[in-house]
Every structure is written in C-alpha cells, then in structure tokens.
C-alpha cells in the first residue's frame, strides 16, 4: 500500500503493545463501553521516541514529578538538555539580576546532572535555541521521532523527520517511558509551485502558506511540505518552512529528505560516519511519499505569486504583501471582522496605511525561525555597509554559540556592529520576551521571530513578523521597504 | 490525575477566536517550577481593562468557559491549563482547541467539549445574556447541556481516554506497565540513533 512519508515514520514508531490492547480491552469490558469503530481515529497509540529535547522552562515540573514518583529517565542516551528560553543574551559572566530565571537554570543543571541527561549549558559553545542546535550536531535525522516540550520543535521537520511539541505531562512521560500516547493526525499536503522572484525567502513562503489555510486550518494535521520551491530551498529555508507549521494550526511539517538534506548532515558530529553514513542515506530515500499517495487535504500555492510578506495584526495569518496596504475590516469575511478591529486598535494601525509607510521602532534578528548563518549572511548582505536608521534600535541574537562563532569568522558580526546593531549571545530573546530583551510598551518592532500575538515580545509591544532581509532592511531605513526593489530601496 | 465525572456551574463567554496561550499565561510567569500558582497571572494582560468578561462579577466562581475557534494555540505552555485551572476552570466548551492545549488538558483532567458553531453562538449568547445559567457537563453520558434540560447535546470521545478521566488514571502509570512491550521494541530497533553521551 502507498504510503505518505508521515505514514512511512509513524508506523515505524508505532509500538505494537499486546498488553495496552488487554488494557484497553479490560477497561472497555469493565465500564461497560462499546468499542465504537468511529472512534478509531481517535484511538491512541503508544508511539517511541528517538530523540527527546528538553529545556529549562517546561522541564522542571517533569523532573520533580519523576523524583515524586521515585522514577528515572528511561534514556537519558536519546535525551538532550539545553539553556535557552530565558538565558540572558548579555553579561552571562554577570551574576544573573533575575532569581527566578537563575534558579530556573541551576534546576535544568542539577536535573540533567542527577538523571545522566547530557546539557549545553550556558558556557558550552554548542549552547543555543534548541531547534537550532538539533540539527546543527547532526542529531536530527530524517526518519526519526522528535519532541521536545516546545511547540516550534516542528522545524526539525526539515530533514523529514516526525518532530512536534508536547506539553509538561508529555514531557515527564516520555522522561519516563520513551513514549507518548498519541492518536493519529491526519494528513495535508501544502505543494508551492513556480520560482520564487526576487527578494522573496522561505519567511515569506510560511507566511503566505498561513496566509492562506488561516491560523486553524492546520488543526490536527500533519504537512507535508511539497513541490519545486519547496525542493530548491535550502535546509535552513526548509527549516524556517516547518518551523512556522504550528502557526497554522498544525503540530508537525515535514520535507522529504533528498540530496540537499544529505549534504548538508554529511560530516555533522552525530551523523553516521563511513559504511554507516551509506547505509543511513540508501535507508533515507526510502522515505518520500509514495507517487501514488493520497493526503487528507490538498493545498496549492503559486510559488511565483509569493511577494515580501509582512504581518499588520496579531495572529501570524494577519499578513500582506510589501506593497500592500493595512486591510479594512469592512473588507473580510463577517466572522474575521471583530478579530481583525481588535487587532488594528492592539497594533494602533489605520485601515489603508501602505505597509511601507510604518515606522518602526526595534528590529530583531534571530529566533528558531530566523537565527541560522544562512540568515545572518542575508541581513549583513542587506547592511552591506550602511547604517541604522536614527531612532530605531537593533539587535542580532544568533541561534547557537556555534553560529555566533561562525558569524564572526565570516565577518558578519563586524557588519552588524558597523552598522549600529548589537550583537548578542545565543538564546530564545526577544522573540518570547522572558528574559530582559523585550519591547517597551507601544514598541513597534520588525522581528524575523514566528509570533506577532498580543503581548509576546514585551507588554503592550507591537510585532511586525518578515524575513531577515526585510528586517535588516526596515533597520536601516526606519520602516518597512521591499527587498525585491534591489539596494536603491534601502537608504544609503 | 484527579477524576472527572460531571462539571456544572455558570459559564464564562471568552466570545474571541484564537485565544493563544501567550495571553493566557505570558512568558514572563514561566519561571517559576511549581504546577500551580498561575491563576492570578490568567488573561494578565486583557484583565487590566475593567470590562473584560473575567472582571465581571457575575461569572465570579464560572466553572466552565465558552469559547470559539482555536484556542490554546500558539506555545505548547502546560501552564496555560494551570492557569486556567487556578481560575477554577473544569471544563471548556469551544469550536475548537489547539492541539497541544487539548491534549495538555486531558493531562490536567480539564475537559474540552467541541461543539458545532451554531451551539456555541447560542451557549455564547445565553451566558452573554443571563450569565447565572448554569451548564451540566456529564462525561459519563457525553452530553452538555442546560441543567433546566431545555438544551443538550451529545459530544464525542475516545472510550478508553474517557474511561481513564473518569477514574484519574495516570498515564504514566499506565505506559510503565507496559514496559515489556516498550523493550521488545528497543531490541528490535536499528542501532543508528544518534546517542546524547557520546562524543
């Protein structure tokens, strides 16, 4: 039977469990419940996972219900630890000023050292946002299960491996079993078609992707993302793609693995090495969606049509082109309407206002999104020289002390500098607002990070979602400007 | 877990799409290690204006909150169920949930009922109009209704997750009993996983 690639991952990490359908059975038996066959794809099963990443957030509740219980971490081995949602960017030699970020540290640290659970801590320079230094040490591999108490773990979907977020419960679950009870989702194809004109980036594929299906169109679905400007991103344009899958709903993206996938794993620290990196790739093409598989849903996007996206509202499907202007919410459908007027008084935007005309405040470059080289290489080819626009403050965070590292090899750091930029250490920043890197209240920022909601980068901080261009762009010029127009757009 | 039978107490009208759990919870209350403690941090941000739905005193004490499409999305926070949980909510009624949300509140033993639109506009409009009506939700029979009896409706769920809400059953619990199964899988497993304590 033809398979999609989901179907390919999934039922090979379908634990077949004769004692949970005795369980299942008994209990159905006991209580006097019909097993309704409607029910079926409601049904969980216990589903093995490979890779198991866990940070210091939604971690430490996990562990002290395991020390509760007098349980353990069944694999420590297949579990990674990382600090990075609420490191601070700057002076970490520095006593930290917050007790409660310090405390929520050393928890992660005396966790992962009590259970035998290998951490990045925050001097190691593997250290970073944890979707980035996944697939950074070749951890992440297609074919595999990951999770991670995080909901943007959907972007190691890139590699074409299962990968979402689970919450704190699930974390501990896994913690102590390896698996996770799970009911099967279903499946959505989202094909982009064409070539991609100029100045637009995979950011501004997502966001017209969610443009399209809506903030809940992914619900209970996986996507599989397909089709010839899917195939010509690179890993890091594939990443930033599945990255965003939950802001349309959908707790996993996928890409099927192919040669772009391998070279960029080839030579990793963990990929497999000699006759086993070759047994690895022959097992790896094998996971691409039969030709003749069918999905749940068919979406297909033109590819060519796709323009410099910038978000105006409060949900990441709040978005429009470059040239566009800020929607009237006379102009969308009835049900849309309150949330659009909502989002237009939040965001202190008039309806009509062209998108090039907003003024901005803070620019922020970085995020599980947007923090890899390859975006940093964009930004700083924007800058190419120029300055920060007066008024407006900006900051680069990259995604892991070995990009950061990388960066300042490559030069890129001294073009950010040069330009007015500060230049942080590696961590989650500014794109949640938990450490001091947030907005001041009525901020408008430029953010390359995935969510523009109320509140999310600092209370009453406005956020105006676009891709690393875009947003190095918006710095120097001190409001939006299209990329696609070439350097005569960008102020000298 | 703590064991769900039936809910009944007013409803709350959260009448807004895509309620995400930034403004359930910020992240700036993420800090702390403890499951509970966030109530007073719920909708932080949407209560310091005196007429949001929580500010009114006539849903003091709502059990369950009405709500539309999507909510729960956006971060997989297990604090968004605390929080709503230190509000004194046991049951939510909605269009949809997030998925993450949904299954974040099964661990809690919240329960979420999905409902068609034109329900939820009535629900909604009812709570909105005369906020003591009390709602009744019996997960045994799997139906929401009025307690006047004058409106119900019948709602679906696994059989095998509603038998272990109703008794609490901890999942972990569950999955560890099983652990023979778990280890014939690993023995079956290829040995190519990328293993974390190894250099």
């Known amino acids: 039977m033809s398979k999609t690639l989901f179907e390919k991952v999934w039922d090979q990490h379908v634990i077949d469990s004769p004692l949970q359908e005795a369980a299942r059975r008994e209990a159905l038996a006991e209580s006097g419940m019909a097993d309704h066959e409607e029910m079926l794809g409601e049904r969980q099963v216990l589903l093995y996972v490979d890779l198991h990443l866990v940070h210091e957030v939604t971690s430490p509740q996990a562990f002290e219900g395991l020390r509760q219980a007098g349980r353990s971490v069944r694999r420590p081995d297949l579990t990674l630890g990382t600090v990075d949602h609420n490191v601070p960017t ?134 599989e993302y397909r089709g010839e400007v899917i195939r010509n991103l690179s890993m890091e344009g594939r990443m930033t793609v599945c990255n965003m899958s939950i802001e349309a709903g959908a707790r996993a993206g996928l890409i099927a693995p192919d040669q772009t996938t391998f070279e960029y794993m080839k030579g990793r620290p963990k990929a497999p090495k000699g006759d086993e990196w070759d047994r690895a790739v022959e097992r790896w093409r094998r996971l691409p969606s039969d030709d003749d598989a069918t999905f749940d849903r068919e979406v297909l996007i033109d590819g060519s049509r796709i323009r410099p996206f910038v978000t105006w509202g409060t949900n990441p499907s709040q978005s429009v082109a470059i040239d566009g202007v800020v929607p009237h919410p006379e102009e969308v459908p009835a049900t849309q309407r309150e949330s659009v007027e909502r989002a237009l008084t939040y965001m202190n935007l008039t309806p009509g206002t062209p998108i090039r005309d907003i003024s901005i405040d803070r620019v922020f470059i970085g995020s599980c999104t947007n923090g ?121 | 877990m703590r064991s769900v039978s039936t809910v009944r107490g007013k409803a709350v009208p959260m009448d807004r799409a895509n309620v995400d759990t930034d403004q359930i919870i910020p992240a700036k209350h993420l800090k702390r290690i403890n499951r509970t403690g966030y109530g007073p941090f719920a909708f932080e941000a949407w209560r310091q204006d005196p007429d949001f739905v929580l500010n009114n005193p006539a849903y003091e004490g709502a059990k369950i909150m009405l709500t539309r499409e999507n909510f729960g999305s956006g971060s997989s926070r297990e604090h968004a169920v605390w ?117």
């Open chain 1, 90 to 223: 700057i002076g970490r030699e520095l006593p930290n000023p917050d007790p409660l970020s310090a405390k929520q540290i050393e928890v992660m640290q005396n966790n992962a050292q009590e259970c035998g659970v290998t951490l990045y801590d925050i001097f190691d320079e593997r250290q970073g946002i944890v979707h980035i230094i996944g697939p950074e040490q070749g951890f992440t591999q297609p074919g595999m299960t990951i999770v991670c108490g995080d909901s943007h773990t959907s972007t190691h979907g890139a590699f074409g491996a299962l990968a979402f977020g689970i919450g704190t419960s699930e974390v501990e679950h896994v913690l102590a079993t390896q698996t996770l009870r799970q009911s099967r989702p279903k499946t959505m194809s989202v094909e982009v078609t064409g070539a991609l004109g100029p100045g637009v980036t995979a950011k501004d594929v997502i966001l017209a992707i969610i443009n399209e299906i809506g903030v809940h169109g992914g619900i209970g679905h996986v996507i």
């Open chain 1, 372 to 492: 890899r080289i390859e975006d940093l290489r964009a930004a700083a080819a924007v800058i190419d020289g120029k300055k920060v626009a007066g008024g407006v403050s900006a900051m680069v965070v990259p995604g892991s002390g070995l990009v950061k590292r990388q960066a300042e090899e490559e030069g890129l750091a001294e073009v950010f500098k040069a330009a007015g930029f500060e230049w942080r250490d590696a961590g989650c920043s500014m794109c949640l607002g938990m450490n001091p890197d947030i907005l001041l209240p009525g901020q408008r920022s430029a953010s390359t990070s995935n969510r523009n909601f109320e509140g999310r980068q600092g209370p009453g901080g406005r956020t105006h979602l676009l891709s690393p261009e875009m947003a190095a762009a918006a710095a120097l010029a001190g409001h939006f400007v299209d990329v696609g127009d070439g350097p005569s757009a960008v102020p000298a």
């Open chain 2, 83 to 199: 929080a709503l949980d230190g509000l004194g909510i046991e049951a939510m009624v909605g269009i949809s949930f997030a998925d993450i949300f949904k299954s974040n509140c099964f661990q809690s033993g919240v329960l979420t009922v999905e409902l068609p639109r034109v329900d939820i506009d009535y629900l909604m409009d009812l709570s909105i109009t005369t906020p003591e009506t009390e709602l009744e939700i019996d997960l045994g029979e799997q139906t929401v209704g009025t307690v006047d009896g004058v409106w119900a409706h019948h709602f679906q769920i696994d059989p095998f997750r509603k038998y272990r809400l109703q008794r609490g059953l901890d999942d972990i619990s569950m999955t560890l009993e099983l652990g023979p199964d778990i280890d014939e899988f690993e023995r079956q497993m290829p040995d190519w996983l990328p293993k974390t304590n190894s250099d």
